[in-house]
């Protein structure tokens, strides 16, 4: 039987064809320890993919006249006879043969010393702002940040005297257009996301591949942002919670196929989503919530303890009651106003006074029909009737009470939208810096890897923002973007191409060779 372990120094990754079995991330290391300080937000790292459910699935029959079945879960590959599995209904009767599955790859980290000399700092621990300061990049994690840093032998030096840095934005309520069984070899909406800022992702509902193409992108064969996901999310007809044993059942399969949160999604009694968190606190996963507009059930979750709950309470104001409540638990209030109930989704009031299919950026990393299709009609709608200032400012006094919130684009535009999300949370009488807060380490903690992520401090992850404007002066200054660092590696914001450690083009989408062409042939040339 083939063995498994994890990488010790987070150097390797593991994938696997679809062909042999589904995906399995060796290095488990855990980005933020295994859990934060307040005990509820376990944030260790699980890998792994396969079909859920109690019955067991056969996925072939091999090549021996039919004699065997084989079938998979995870990195485990399992055989036995087909006249056993025929005679017997109980599996424990099926003589099981069994093999774990371990294919490693290197994982992308880059090599070097690289020192960003003369911006304005934008650390987010608190509200510190160094005016004139130099970050030290280690590889793929920061060593230094101060002012005047010596630069060590050897090092790279970039001055960026007059930008601002910011750490990379979290997206913790993402919907990116992975997780299809065949990955192409460089995917749109995950490079859009990246080349806006965002250097994570965290999808809160889609397929099981999501986590495969995680693996992709940490083993460095696609760019973009750093993907973790929940999976299908846990609703009555996917996951039929009667008891908390099939709570953990399932709890328990979505850990080890990757799963680094669950999403319980509008389970009708209050036990059945009590079981599901009592099964993520067993099993040391975060448990968030599809919030579906209901202030009453959003209550009771917040009170139950979840980790949070996704999208906008639906209500507006919101009072100190609520507030309180939500503070004092520290259950994560993502309100995705981009798609905010009891009014137009936010989404729209860009979309109106934006022209996006005439932007080079959009252009560029957005495929041509797509863009067609989302951008050249645009619906008016007056100002007035948006409600999301309103959401936004209950989001504001939670946050000012103690509490945690995160922002959550929704994959309406990927890329951009991460900025309208981030304004209009500012748009709910904030400060820059709160909304600021909220996109970065906030939204690092809510999904339990602010120990690695969401700030600017020396053994996190170098994940920056590099804006040639301040957005402390105008938020709207934060999609301002020179260029973007994630995980040590240094792009330019336009087109991603790679600055450091070592230069590489980006592959020019397939959409803008052929609209250059058509251009060209409408000017006879």
Known sequence: MASWSPSPNFCRAAWSSALIAPSRLAAARSLGGDSVPDGRRPSRRFNGTATVGRSVKVSKIVADGGRTITWSFANRWFRASFDTVMRYPEKENWRIQSMDIALEVPRAIPNGRLLLRGARILTMRGDEVIERGDILIENNRVAQVGASLTAPQGAR??????????????????????????????????????????????????????????????????????????????????????????????????????????????????????????????????????????????????????????????????????????????????????????????????????????????????????????????????????????IARGVRDIVRAGGIAGLGSHGQQDGIAAHWELWMLAAGDMTPMEALRIATILGAESIGYAQDLGSIEPGKLADLVILNSNPLDDIRNSADIAQVMKNGELYDGATLDRIWPSPRKFPVPFWVTERATLESLRRGR
């Open 157 to 390: 030096v970039i001055d960026v005297a007059g930008k601002t840095i910011m750490p990379g934005i979290v997206d913790v309520h993402a919907h990116p257009q992975t997780g299809r069984e065949l990955a192409p070899e460089q995917e749109w909406s995950i490079a859009s996301n990246l080349a806006y800022g965002v250097t994570t992702t965290r999808n809160p509902s889609g397929s099981r591949w999501n986590f495969a193409w995680a693996e992709l992108i940490e083993a460095g064969e696609m760019v973009g942002s750093r993907i973790w996901a929940t999976g299908f999310p846990l609703t009555s007809t996917n996951a039929p919670v009667k008891s908390a044993e099939d709570a953990l059942h399932v709890v328990r399969r979505y850990r080890e196929q990757g799963a680094n949160a669950i999403k319980q999604y509008l389970q009708p009694r209050r036990i059945q989503r009590q079981w599901i968190l009592q099964a993520g606190l067993a099993e040391r996963i975060n448990v968030t919530n599809e919030g579906a507009g209901d202030l009453k059930a959003d209550i009771t979750m917040a009170i139950d303890g979840f980790t949070a709950i996704e999208h906008s309470m639906g209500i507006v104001p919101l009072y100190r009651d609520v507030v309180t409540v939500f503070a004092d638990a520290k259950t994560a209030y993502t309100p995705t106003l981009v798609v905010a109930y009891g009014a137009p989704a936010g989404d729209t009031y860009w979309r109106a006074r934006a022209n996006l299919y005439e932007d080079e950026k959009t252009r560029f990393f957005t495929p041509a029909e797509l863009l067609f299709r989302r951008t050249r009609r645009r619906t008016l709608i007056p100002g007035e009737d948006y409600n999301f200032p309103l």
